[in-house]
């Protein structure tokens, strides 16, 4: 790595939320950020509060469980801003219901968009970490791993990515690739909003009430978040790997 030459990061669905935080902390830890999102025009604000904050940013539309689109979209970063060397597997769909009145469409999507996506992702990345010697994966798991009512497909494709990390940690150790998983608990972004207009309550009792069953008293914002990716694809986290970290204001699991 040539002084002055910053090492590539991507963030999957860094459109909004936690993804658009941690992709704007990484630029300002020092990264190159390629913000994907399902689709490119989407990115924009992302890309230009990193740009309007000194950073370097590329927007890139892609559908992560599409293995021609990742494909595509990793060969563009690379050649547009450099090999990428840390992946945050971020993008996540979700599509609550009772189990007997979830549909097959229902389970497959949030499969195929938080699972598939995280492998296709970290398929074609891993041979520019490989290739560099380094390398730093982030999969975004949840506290709904440990089974949420009524997310039984969210619930399992959450808790099939820490499965999915501790492998990665295992066969990507020795080229000095390291991974880990964040499990957040509740975060206060578009995603939850919408959970609470589904139920019908007003987004700040939504947030009020799961306050008052956290320990630290309030709830997560996306920063959060942010900060604790920053910690694992540091310089300093490279004896950290296989981990799964519940980011929820308490213990959990």
Known sequence: MS?????VAIVTGAARGIGAATAQRLAADGFAVAVLDLEETATKET???????????????ADVSDA?????????????????????NNAGVIRDNMLFKMTEVDWDLVMNVHLRGAFLMARAVQKYMVEAKWGRVVNLSSTSALGNRGQANYSTAKAGLQGFTKTLAIELGKF????????????????????????????????SYAAKEIPVQRVGQP???AHLVSFF??????????QVVYAAGGPKA
Do not use: Y
């Open 176 to 207: 000095g690739v390291t991974a880990n998983a964040i499990a957040p608990g509740f975060i206060q972004t578009e995603m939850t909003k919408s959970t609470a207009e589904r139920m019908g309550v007003a987004f700040e009792d939504f947030i």
């Open 47 to 61: 890309v230009q509060a990193i740009e309007g904050a000194g950073g370097r940013a590329l927007g890139v539309g």
């Open 68 to 88: 021609e689109q990742v494909q595509a979209a990793v060969e563009r970063i690379a050649a547009e801003l450099g090999a990428p060397v840390v992946l945050v």
């Open 3 to 7: 002084e002055g030459t910053p090492r």
């Open 223 to 225: 920063e959060d978040i």
């Open 233 to 242: 694809v540091s310089e300093g986290a490279g004896f950290v790997s296989g």
